[in-house]
């Protein structure tokens, strides 16, 4: 439970390796992530989070970068500012807001208390995230781990912090962004049998369940 200015510090850290780890040509991508508790895949006890700079862009990131280039081809907008858009004109999947930042329940979340955290402002990649987003992502991304924390009493989760790859010429059609997995279920034979997740708690409940929790 890090004070907002030791958060921001970590955010800050990201960047920076970040940034670093882009000069490399060896590297196609860099993938930021947090195991918490046991069932998350956590190894240490102490509390921490790994970057790990990678020779090749991630199955999931592709299958981002795909879906969000064919849609700017099909709308010529981004689809994730199209989503904010959405989200913040029906209310219903928002967790917290900020002036810079949102937070919410995807459409379609894999798992109960699935949330992701995305700039308002148009980025395709993390390292592009300025000081003062640095500060109010901080403070949001706080308040969204507290209030999972509060309501499902310090469950097992994952973050990740999905980028664009390096070099990529992606800056028009994608937007990074922070999932947040909690994970309350177990992903079987079903699961990664068809790639299907079976979630039985409706992202409008528990984006609202969330949302009228103090942070």
Not at 92 to 119: H, K, Q
Not at 140 to 148: A, S
Request: proline share 7%.
């Amino acid at each position: 439970d890090l004070p907002e200015e030791r958060v921001a510090d970590v955010l800050r850290a990201y960047r920076e390796r970040t940034v670093d780890l882009m000069n490399d040509e060896r590297f196609k991508s860099v993938l930021i992530f947090k195991n918490h508790g046991a069932a998350a895949g956590a190894s240490l006890v102490h509390s921490h989070s790994q970057v790990i700079a990678l020779p090749i862009v991630p199955k999931r990131v592709m299958e981002e970068l795909t879906g969000c280039r064919d849609y700017m081809r099909f709308r010529d907008r981004c689809l994730f500012c199209d989503i904010i858009v959405q989200e913040m004109e029906q209310k219903v999947r928002i967790v917290e807001e900020s002036g810079e930042f949102l937070a919410y329940s995807p459409y379609a979340p894999r798992f109960p208390f699935e949330t992701w955290i995305v700039p308002k402002r148009h980025q395709s990649a993390y390292e592009m995230i300025e000081e003062d987003q640095i500060r109010s992502l901080g403070a949001i991304f706080r308040r969204t781990l507290r209030k999972l924390n509060m309501a499902l009493e310090d469950p097992p989760f994952n973050y990740i912090v999905h980028s664009a790859p390096f070099r990529s010429g992606a800056t028009d059609f994608y937007h990074w962004h922070i999932e947040i997995m909690p994970k309350l279920t177990k992903v079987a034979g079903f699961e990664w049998g068809s790639g299907f997740y079976i979630n039985p708690t409706p992202p409008e409940e528990s984006a609202k369940f969330l949302r009228e929790l103090p942070g």
